[in-house]
């Protein structure tokens, strides 16, 4: 059970959640669980049961797919008023998750049990129509992904990820090379290279963007 002000927390979130009779959002509420999940912390991993569906209320999280060896591939960002398309999967067809989850920034979430889930996808067109909508684009990134690991290289779609971020990007090269799958020495050199030709310039934890119509031309090789 949560209280009011996480209520209202989740109602600004998911605004579709109001649509329901006042009955059935008490009901769904009365049965969701209230978490803050420090960043850093691990969400679920392969082959875990699902055990509830999250609502975001501020923060993020990003699921990846780990290798043995240690290596990772992103995969997707969850902000706050999305669905994790992983999860949803999940739940409706009963299966365990296939990827990890990590904490990015610190999570304030409500989750939803697998029951109520269900319940509320099956009555609910609106909740279904948000679920749907993050498969879809999710369906799209991750082609875009798949297209992007097997026909580029690595300065590309490095190239590809700086010119599409706000500059100054704050963020680590270990970062970047998780977000990319690869390993954090290839992406420090590429860095350099790309400081070196005056496209980018490198600081403790940020990256300024100096030419992004070059990093664009690189990208689209």
């Known amino acids: 059970?949560?209280?009011?002000?996480?209520?209202?927390?989740?109602?600004?979130?998911?605004?579709?959640?109001?649509?329901?009779?006042?009955?059935t959002l008490?009901?769904?509420?009365?049965?969701?669980?209230?978490?803050?999940?420090?960043?850093g912390a691990m969400i679920f991993d392969e082959n875990q049961p699902c055990m509830g569906f999250p609502l975001l209320l501020s923060g993020s999280a990003r699921v990846i797919k780990a290798s043995p060896n240690g290596r990772e591939l992103h995969l997707y960002y969850v902000q706050?008023?999305?669905a994790c398309i992983l999860t949803s999967s999940c739940l409706l067809g009963q299966m365990h998750y296939q990827a990890r989850c990590l904490v990015q920034q610190e999570l304030e979430l409500v989750v939803l049990p697998p029951k109520t889930f269900r319940a509320l996808f099956s009555i609910s067109e609106s909740f279904r129509d948000h679920v749907f909508s993050r498969f879809s684009e999710r369906l799209s990134d991750l082609l875009e992904l798949v297209a992007a690991v097997t026909f580029q290289k690595l300065d590309q779609r490095l190239a590809r990820v700086l010119a599409a971020k706000s500059s100054p990007i704050r963020t680590t090269h270990q970062a970047l090379a998780d977000e990319l799958g690869s390993v954090r020495e290839i992406v420090s050199r590429l860095l350099k290279s790309f400081a070196d030709q005056g496209w980018v310039r490198l600081g403790r934890e940020q990256i300024d963007?100096?030419?992004v119509a070059a990093l664009q031309r690189l990208a689209a090789l």
């Open 209 to 211: 963007v100096l030419d």
């Open 26 to 39: 008490e009901e769904l509420m009365n049965s969701a669980t209230y978490l803050r999940v420090p960043a």
């Open 1 to 23: 059970m949560i209280d009011n002000a996480a209520k209202d927390r989740v109602l600004q979130r998911y605004p579709m959640l109001g649509e329901l009779p006042a009955n």
């Open 80 to 82: 706050p008023g999305e």
